[in-house]
C-alpha cells in the first residue's frame, strides 16, 4: 500500500494565505551572531512585527553558535506571533524551539556536503523537535558574499536568467515547494528583477528573493517582477530608521499587485 503523501504544514498553510492576502510578503532576518542581547532581539522583533513582517527568519551561512541560535529563538518566540523560521548554514543551524526551517538543498554548490551531506545529517533533529521541514532549493546568484563562499557555489551570473530558470524548474520536478534566489547577504547587486520575472514565468511554487535588497523601490520592482517573498537583513538595525525604511519596504511589496 502506498502511504499518503504528508500534508503541508501549519507555516506554509499561513505562508500561503499571506502570500493570497498581500501579493508579496516580507522575511526580515535576524543574524543570530551579531543579536545575542534579550532587550535588542525582543526590540527588533518587536518592530519588525509592526512594520508589517510575515515571518521572522533566523541563521545565516556563518552563524554555527548553536546556543546563540538556541537563545535568540527563544527570545524572539517570546516576543511576537509571527512565525520564527529558521535559515540554516549548516547543520548547526537547527534550533529546537523554532516553528520552522528553510530544508534548503543547494542546488548550485560544488560540494556535496551542501547539496545533500548536511541535509542528512540534520534531517533527525528536524523531526525530533517537530520542526516544520519547508523543502527549499536555494540557489546563489553572482559571488563574492559569504554565502558563496562558504556554500561553495557556482554563482549564476547575474545577467544569466535562464540559468536561474533551469535550476528552479528541476528544483520543482524534484518537489521542492520553495526557491529561494539568494544574492548573499549585503550583496552590491541584488537579484535583478528580469531574473526574477524568468523564474517566475516557470516556476509555479513560493518564489523567496534576497540579498542586497535595501529600499522600497527595488523591494517594489522584485515584487512587481513576481517574488511572493522578499528577504530583508542587513538593512535592519543599520540605518537609524530602518523600522520605518522596512514600513515602507513591505507597503512597496502589496502595492506592486
Ligand atoms: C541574506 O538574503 C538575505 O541571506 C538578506 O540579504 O542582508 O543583503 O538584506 P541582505
Request: glycine share 10%; charged share 20%; proline share 5%.
Amino acid at each position: 500500500m502506498v502511504a499518503a503523501v504528508p500534508a503541508v504544514g501549519k507555516v506554509e498553510t499561513y505562508l500561503r494565505e499571506e502570500i493570497k492576502k498581500h501579493g508579496t510578503i516580507c522575511f526580515p532576518l535576524i543574524d543570530s551572531e551579531n543579536s545575542t542581547n534579550n532587550d535588542v532581539v525582543t526590540s527588533i522583533a518587536r518592530k519588525v512585527e509592526a512594520a508589517g513582517a510575515s515571518a521572522v527568519l533566523v541563521g545565516g551561512s556563518s552563524a554555527t553558535d548553536q546556543m546563540e541560535l538556541a537563545k535568540v529563538v527563544s527570545d524572539i518566540k517570546g516576543a511576537v506571533k509571527i512565525p520564527v523560521i529558521l535559515f540554516p548554514g549548516n547543520v548547526t543551524g537547527v534550533s529546537p524551539k523554532a516553528d520552522a526551517i528553510l530544508f534548503s538543498s543547494l542546488l548550485n554548490s560544488e560540494d556535496p556536503y551542501f547539496i545533500t551531506g548536511a541535509q542528512a545529517l540534520g534531517a533527525l533533529a528536524v523531526k525530533k523537535h517537530g520542526i516544520e521541514p519547508l523543502p527549499t532549493a536555494y540557489v546563489i546568484v553572482g559571488e563574492g558574499t559569504a554565502a558563496w563562499f562558504v556554500g561553495r557555489a557556482r554563482g549564476i551570473p547575474s545577467h544569466k536568467p535562464n540559468l536561474a530558470v533551469m535550476y528552479s524548474l528541476a528544483a520543482q520536478y524534484m518537489g521542492m515547494r520553495f526557491v529561494y534566489l539568494e544574492a548573499g547577504s549585503g550583496a552590491s547587486q541584488n537579484v535583478t528583477p528580469e531574473m526574477v520575472a524568468a523564474v517566475r514565468k516557470y516556476y509555479e511554487g513560493i518564489l523567496i528573493v534576497g540579498g542586497g535588497i535595501k529600499t522600497p523601490e527595488t523591494a517594489g520592482q522584485i515584487a512587481k517582477a513576481g517574488a511572493d517573498v522578499i528577504v530583508v537583513g542587513t538593512m535592519i538595525e543599520k540605518d537609524g530608521d530602518w523600522q520605518q525604511k522596512l514600513s515602507s519596504m513591505v507597503k512597496a511589496m502589496r502595492q506592486a499587485h
